[in-house]
């Protein structure tokens, strides 16, 4: 099992260019969470989805961010018109059942480090 | 919304010493789990313990639902326990279900 993949590694993007950031949940896992981590604001939920819907966003800047899972072997999440606030480690993190049941632990990736220039 | 809150923010042992690490939060959590952050690395779960007291190796954990506060206890630090632990707490309403995170104790352990 390699656990959760994040790519790319690292990425750097212009001040008003697109960043799209991968994630390849663990086989198996129905639910995928993105969160973004920063020195000043720490982890931050941004959204989620269970068996490939979109079940809350509600951690999503409004404008220029947006998350899809087209298959249940990866989700993208695309930053569009990247600013320098927009730097950070993105993180994402797989489970087996997304919270439908009782006890359940979250299985992250080692992040993407977005540097908006 | 719920909050997590963690102390110390960090603290400095030599090895072999005991770490005691808090967490406080806002609110009724059905679930509190106890992550450890390797600098520059990905997070990983350690424990999951709602209430009562749970240990795996040298980490113990005891969480006071009705207090809302937990503690992680990590005996014997070794130079390699070095890292941010970070304590979280599942917000489930409405059908989501997400973790909300403190901001953590930065662990060094000296040799």
């Known amino acids: 099992n390699a656990g959760v993949i994040q790519t790319p590694r690292h990425k750097v993007t212009g001040k008003g260019q697109e960043a799209t950031l991968w994630c390849e949940p663990i086989s198996g896992h129905s639910a995928v969470f993105w969160y973004r981590q920063t020195i000043v604001q720490g982890l931050e939920f941004l959204t989620y989805?269970?068996?490939?819907?979109?079940?809350?966003d509600s951690g999503m800047p409004k404008e220029r961010f947006s998350a899809q899972m087209p298959n249940q072997s990866h989700s993208t999440l695309k930053i569009q018109s990247t600013q320098p606030q927009d730097s950070a480690v993105y993180l994402c993190?797989?489970?087996?059942?997304?919270?439908?049941?009782?006890?359940?632990?979250?299985?992250f990736g080692s992040g993407t480090r977005l540097t908006v220039l | 919304g719920q909050q997590v809150q963690q102390s110390p923010a960090s603290l400095v042992l030599q090895e072999g010493e005991n770490a005691e690490l808090q967490c406080n939060f806002s609110s009724t959590a059905t679930q509190l789990q106890w992550f450890y952050q390797s600098p520059g690395g990905s997070l990983v779960s350690l424990l999951s313990?709602?209430?009562g007291t749970k240990h795996t190796g040298r980490l113990t954990s005891t969480t006071v639902t009705k207090e809302r506060r937990s503690s992680l206890h990590i005996s014997s630090s070794q130079t390699t326990d070095s890292g941010t632990y970070l304590c979280a707490i599942v917000a489930a309403s409405s059908g989501s279900w997400q973790l909300i995170f403190g901001s953590g104790t930065q662990l060094t352990v000296m040799p």
């Open positions: 989805f269970r068996n490939q819907a979109p079940i809350d």
């Open positions: 993190a797989s489970s087996l059942w997304g919270g439908a049941r009782a006890a359940e632990t979250l299985y």
């Open positions: 313990n709602p209430s």
